[in-house]
């Protein structure tokens, strides 16, 4: 049974407990982030602590611990459960308060949960075939850069892929692909060019995707930082996917037209070798 942290206690995940009153469940008031674990270690836990502390700013919300301690209790989590390979998901709320639309007061104690998953990232089998990939129109809110729990419909886009035989969804927006339901997006040109929507509000400002481009610049692979259409994509030589629980991940196939020679191609798996390789030797 996992040990799970619910504002400053360490319990067991049935006996967690949060209130009826807490804006996350209202609201979804809340922000999260999901740290990697290798081979017992955070990675890249400085990156989404710095993101989680634009998402709270983005949001006029505070959070009752400071970095050092949400580290020390990341640290801990990850220990009490012997956690080797997996996840760790942190959520912060605004708090608990009687239903108002209007923010509560400013003392109002936070509510701060996290909890850890085992999972296979080194040897994902999606990592070795590749996945699906169906477009779906981009219908969430204008503000998608702040990591915050309203992920409706992201869900609903997962499972109307699934429906349609993918594995998961890319987004539209005129035309335009955004990101995934849970992931940045990528395809490299027939010229090697690598080439990923530009940073804004239409997109998570992904912490693995930062990482990512910082390998691609290291093997002086050329990146563009823009749109690009799905036409775009269907001539693509590869296509990948990037999150902190997919590392690397090829995409094969997108809306039923196979993407290159419809296997993981060079520049993704190079990709995902270094980026496991520097994962590994900078967790903490």
Known sequence: ????????????????????????????????????????????????ARRLARSLKAL???C???PAALLEMHRELVARNNVEEGLVYLQVT????????????PETSSTIVAFTQEKPLVNAEQAKTGIKIATLDDLRWG??????????????????????????????RDGMVTEGTSNNAYIVTQDGVIVTRDLSHAILHGITRKAVLHCAHVLDLKVEERPFSVAEAFEASEAFITA?????TPVVEIDG??????????????????????????AI
Do not use: N
């Not at 605004?94 to 007061?105: E, K, L, M, S």
């Not at 998608?144 to 594995?167: F, H, N, W």
């Not at 037209?257 to 390789?277: D, F, H, M, N, W």
């Open 257 to 282: 037209r196979t993407v290159g020679r419809g296997s993981p191609g060079p520049v993704t798996q190079k990709l995902r070798e270094i980026y496991i390789a520097e994962s590994q030797k900078a």
């Open 64 to 66: 009752d611990m400071e």
């Open 60 to 62: 006029d919300m505070k």
């Open 94 to 105: 605004r708090g608990a308060a009687d239903r108002d639309f209007a923010f509560p007061a």
């Open 1 to 48: 049974m996992r040990t799970v942290f619910v504002s400053g206690k360490y319990v067991e995940e049935t006996e967690a407990q949060v209130s009826v009153f807490d804006r996350g469940f209202l609201f979804a008031d809340a922000v999260y982030e999901v740290t990697s674990v290798l081979d017992g270690k955070l990675v890249d836990f400085g990156g989404h």
């Open 244 to 248: 902190a629980a997919a590392f690397v």
């Open 143 to 172: 503000l998608c850069d702040i990591k915050t729990v309203q992920l409706l419909y992201p869900s609903l886009a997962k499972m109307e892929a699934r429906k349609k035989g993918a594995d998961d969804a890319w987004l539209l």
